[in-house]
DNA sequence: TATGAATGAGATTTCATTCAT
DNA sequence: AATGAATGAAATCTCATTCAT
């Protein structure tokens, strides 16, 4: 599955995005990616197994590339707490605007539930934002007992925000508000 | 559509939560459905539409159902603005865990995006949250300057605790972990 | 698979016979078995696993048909050697004249190298004509040190016989000149 | 058609025999011949016509060798008769143990019914065993009513053993069965 | 000449929906 | 009202064939 045109498997995985963002799996054609992306039907099918396989795969990187994405963003392991926060919700937020198809369809989370790779990138992602907050914990400045909730509290704050965002919200406002009620959620001094 | 026997329909109704809840839209076949609802595949389309109208009514009639569960027990508009929002995460929290197939259909949010009966029922529940947070507001007690979002971010919180349930999470914690954060995201005191 | 209406289902076989008969496999369309046989094409779906479930139905039932028809003919176990043989070919010709479609089917042998009922079937046949020449050999009336070749002849015989059969070759002249071959053949005194 | 480079038309008939013994037409891909051959899929439609051209070169290329092959064993026209059935067996038998992948498919009788070229073949080969009977007829070595019967005896008695061979056959062990069933089925002095 | 990526006609198969019973 | 056999439109997928390199 490496061989053949890595640059053709992008644009075929870019349409897919776009038309699994706009409707859901069953409602999607094959014909209609292949011809969104320009290429024949029977194309598809050299560079992916089938429907699902192609599916999983737009999720799959997807998943891969927002991990990378708040990674990046997170790098500097010995900042502020806060900061580390502040630059996982910028990294979800960032990815969302960069990519808002390919975010859509993978936050949609139709049959993705019990793919292992997926799991994995999953945790991953979770697990950034938790050894955050735990670190936090263990240096006095936040006293969550409970990392891993507010972990998907967060996560799940920005798919909502992203999916069924409130009129007139901004990216910025979106970020701020997300730190302030978490800061004084589980600042280890309500923020006194 | 409404006649017949309405504790049949509702046995396919809870059918078909369960199926929809474990596997996507379109791997659910209306035969799984019959024999799930132990009743002749021919007798769904006595009581609904189609397979999508079966699908949205599931969803439809949740919703309403939360609705309603949500505003019982938030029914006494003059308590304190603690207690509502305390009393909206209890109905939020009791049924997910009374109808976890149901709620976990419901928050997939596939298929449902341009409903308008879903759309007002989404207003609605988010609307008493928000009216607690803008009373309070007024009477002083919390001073959030948005409250579509704090709503926004009960809801996650509640979605993502259901959907991805930390191990060993209990309703009660996750009521009073929930309850912890609002009251020290929000509250007034909190900024002063 | 023994639900639904037997009469229909062979009538599904029948037609399958007709076009398989005609064409090789895989220039026979479902959607011509479905025109053949007059029933929609998702019906036959209903009878048969899939496309070469339906025609390996149609050679294991055809298989075993020949089987009892044969079996049948030579049922008489006391009878004298020649006339077991003779009687199994009268039963490999009666079949063949009476199903001729399906006696061209079984015998092309394409797509049934390993299927396990079929060589069951094949085993069984092939024993019924072994069985008759050992016992020959027994009761001393034939010498024949290969009685599984023979088998083997006999069977190829009458298939070619059958399905380039030469000029104005009747079913009787067939049999017997097959017979007098076999006698001279296989008889212990050459038939001196 | 008949330019380009021989070896290689040779190579990709060889890798042909080879997929078509062990699986009927509709389940071999071009791409297995092509994989087979060691070499581009293009390179097959520079040396053959499409797939079925390809096939039926294979058979008729095949049957035009075993003719020659058969031919060659029976040069001496003058020979006794036994000598020369005996010679056309050994020819038939040679080539069926030289060439055993092409024997099978050229036996299969698949999708070749109604090819002229073959047909031509056919009559040839058939042509040589009768012509041999006939001519023994004449010399009053033998006594056959029906030269085509046997002739069809003979094909079929090396096509039910090459197919279905018995454990423990030998070629020899064959050719010499054959040949005692076949003087002992047609001799003259027989039927005195 | 040789290749194998690309194609799309056309095959198999599925499954929501119908309807005779 | 209830059924499930029957249907066929429409989907997925295959693979012989082409053609740019």
Redesign the interface.
């Given at each position: 599955m490496q061989r053949l045109d890595p640059a053709k498997r992008q644009e075929i995985l870019d349409a897919a995005a776009r038309l699994f963002a706009a409707r859901?799996?069953?409602e999607v054609r094959l014909d209609d990616v292949a011809a969104e992306a320009r290429i024949g039907k029977g194309t598809i099918y050299l560079y992916f197994e089938d429907k699902e396989g192609l599916y999983l795969s737009l999720i799959r990187e997807g998943m891969s590339r927002l991990v990378n994405a708040v990674e990046a963003q997170m790098e500097n392991p010995c900042a502020d707490v806060w900061d580390r926060l502040a630059a996982a919700v910028e990294g979800l937020i960032g990815f969302a605007s960069r990519f808002p198809d390919l975010f859509r369809v993978m936050r949609?989370?139709?049959?993705t539930a019990d793919d292992p790779e997926l799991q994995r990138s999953r945790r991953e992602l979770s697990g950034l934002i938790e050894r955050a907050i735990r670190d936090g914990n263990e240096a006095g400045q936040t006293a969550d007992?409970?990392p891993?909730?507010?972990t998907?509290?967060v996560?799940?704050?920005v798919?909502?925000?992203v999916?069924?965002p409130?009129e007139g919200?901004t990216a910025a406002?979106?970020r701020h508000?997300?730190m302030?009620?978490?800061r004084?959620?589980?600042?280890k001094e309500?923020?006194a």
């Open positions: 859901p799996f069953h949609s989370g139709a049959l007992p409970w891993e909730l507010t998907q509290f996560l799940s704050f798919r909502g925000a999916l069924y409130p919200l406002t979106l508000h997300l302030v009620v978490l004084r959620g589980i600042a309500a923020s």
